[in-house]
């Protein structure tokens, strides 16, 4: 039977790189995995990409069946459908590993408790080198939707609540992420203690103020982040390590802030 898997997108509040602390709001962008056992090969297709290296989606094949103890040297075909433009700062690495397990757990007919399953994803991501902390954050972000805020060193969520429905917008860069190394990123950490305290109440205020620390951090402009802002935006920021810039606004408002800023955009909402 062929294994289905599915996951979604989410947009950073605070960037988990700073203080281990991370917070994200979940979005609709989707991702789907289809998992099938069968000949002699092991054959990964990524639709619409040619280059997405499709390293880390083999890992999680591995892990996976190496978790639910079954051969990993069997031949299979898994392919992988993303809404998500990959290394962006938008959790496509997070959410591509929650759809493939999850696929080929459908496959075998193995069930796993959601959270386990989301830390064999975080483990994963480690093994591929596609994440600093693990990315907890975002792990959950995209598979449990809503506002949340993890612990990325204990992997343990200390916030989960539904956040309502929004418009989100996404400004995309045709270049990826660059990175930025890690001391950049320490050497905000007051400012970052600064956002957590505001993010306990005003977690869309934190969101502009992580946007635009983690733009100084990697260098990219604020522009774009004001030009939201001054079309009414309710929050707008980098997300993750960027480059990508995501917006929120009211829900009905999103698609006159996109026509509004000089980039290419993906209109979404909330999750
Ligand atoms: N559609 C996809 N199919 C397979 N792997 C993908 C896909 N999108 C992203 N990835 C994996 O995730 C990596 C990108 O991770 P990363 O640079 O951390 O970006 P992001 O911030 O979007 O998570 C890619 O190199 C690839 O290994
Ligand atoms: O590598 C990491 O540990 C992280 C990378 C960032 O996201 P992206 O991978 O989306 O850039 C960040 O937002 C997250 O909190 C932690």
Request: net charge negative.
């Amino acid at each position: 039977m062929t294994g289905k898997g599915e996951s979604h997108g989410c947009i950073s509040v605070m960037n988990g790189i700073v203080s281990g602390t991370g917070a994200v709001i979940g979005i609709a962008l989707r991702t789907r995995a289809s998992y099938d056992e069968g000949g002699k090969t092991q054959d990964v297709r990524i639709g619409g990409s040619e280059s997405t290296d499709d390293r880390l989606a083999r890992i999680c094949v591995g892990r996976t069946l190496d978790a639910i103890g079954v051969d990993p040297s069997a031949g299979y075909v898994l392919s992988i459908e993303s809404e998500i433009p990959p290394s962006r700062g938008l959790k496509s690495s997070s959410s591509v590993c929650n759809a493939v397990i999850s696929a080929v757990l459908a496959h075998h007919g193995v069930s796993m408790d959601v959270m386990d399953m989301i830390r064999l994803g975080v483990e994963c991501a480690k093994e591929a080198k596609v994440t600093v902390t693990g990315s907890f954050d975002d792990a959950c972000g995209c598979e449990l939707g809503g506002f949340i805020v993890t612990d990325n060193y204990r992997n343990e969520v200390l916030r989960k609540e539904p956040f309502g429905r929004y418009d989100v917008v996404l400004c995309i860069p045709e270049y990826t992420k660059n990175h930025t190394p890690r001391e950049r990123y320490n050497a905000v950490a007051p400012e970052m203690e600064r956002i957590k305290e505001v993010c306990k109440t005003d977690p869309l205020a934190a969101m502009t103020m992580n946007g635009r620390l983690i733009a100084r951090v990697t260098g990219e402009s604020e522009e774009l982040i004001d030009d939201a802002l001054a079309h009414g935006a309710l929050a707008a920021g980098i997300s993750g390590t960027g480059p990508a810039i995501a917006v929120v606004a009211e829900s009905g408002k999103g698609g006159r802030i996109a026509e509004a800023l000089d980039c290419r955009t993906i209109l979404t909402e909330t999750r």
